[in-house]
Structures are given as structure tokens and as C-alpha cells.
Nanobody, 126 residues
């Protein structure tokens, strides 16, 4: 499976961006699709994830109410709509996918995901 993320950029605080990540290759079993981010000098952290069916979503506390994850299974694409952006949202955003279901408590763990995209830079200026 190959993942191609896009949509990053430079935006002022309070602005919005929409990230997209398209999966290609063997995509029939992609159950979990998620986003992580990594700020300079910090570890990669969980942002959000979405399951295939039934659709459930999870968010990091730091983005709840501001970010919305969605997916289009026909297009093998996961989206992250980001609003009310803050400077602390700055970082490289990575999409990740996993074949097969995992328990809820594992959904935010980076090591639970099988494939990763190359990342897209999001910079929020104050």
C-alpha cells in the first residue's frame, strides 16, 4: 500500500486547511485510516483516526472540536479538515493506515499502523 498526502501549507492562526491522503495498491482491507503529526524536536503524536465500518472516529484532546476526519472508501482517501488552527498545530502531518481491526485503546498508537505516507508540512503563523 502506498500513501500520498497533500494539502499542507502556511496559514495564519485561526485559519483552515484540508489534508488529503490517497491510498493505492492493495487497499481492500484498510480498516483504520488516521493522521499523526510531528513537530520539530518532538515525538510523533496521534491526531485522529477513523474506522471503515461501522464508522467511528477518535481525536486527540488537543484537536477535538477543531479538526474533523472523514474518509471516502470509493476513492481510498482519508481527509482531515482543520479549523481554528493554532501555532502549536505546526508540524509534519502523516497519514497512516492499518489492515484489520484493533481495539479502541490501540487506535492512537503509531505502532498499530501498517503503512505510512511521506508527510505534508503544516505551518501556522501567529
Amino acid at each position: 500500500v502506498q500513501l500520498q498526502a497533500s494539502g499542507g501549507g502556511l496559514v495564519q492562526a485561526g485559519g483552515s486547511l484540508r489534508l488529503s491522503c490517497v491510498a493505492s495498491g492493495r487497499t481492500s482491507g484498510l480498516y483504520h485510516m488516521g493522521w499523526f503529526r510531528q513537530a520539530p524536536g518532538k515525538e510523533r503524536e496521534f491526531v485522529s483516526t477513523i474506522t471503515r465500518s461501522p464508522v467511528t472516529t477518535r481525536y486527540a484532546d488537543s484537536v477535538k472540536g477543531r479538526f474533523t476526519i472523514s474518509r471516502d472508501n470509493a476513492k481510498n482517501t482519508v481527509y482531515l479538515q482543520m479549523a481554528s488552527l493554532k501555532p502549536e498545530d505546526t508540524g509534519v502531518y502523516y497519514c497512516a493506515v492499518r489492515n484489520g481491526r484493533i481495539i479502541t485503546s490501540f487506535m492512537s498508537r503509531a505502532d498499530a499502523y501498517d503503512y505510512w505516507g511521506q508527510g505534508t508540512q503544516v505551518t501556522v503563523s501567529s
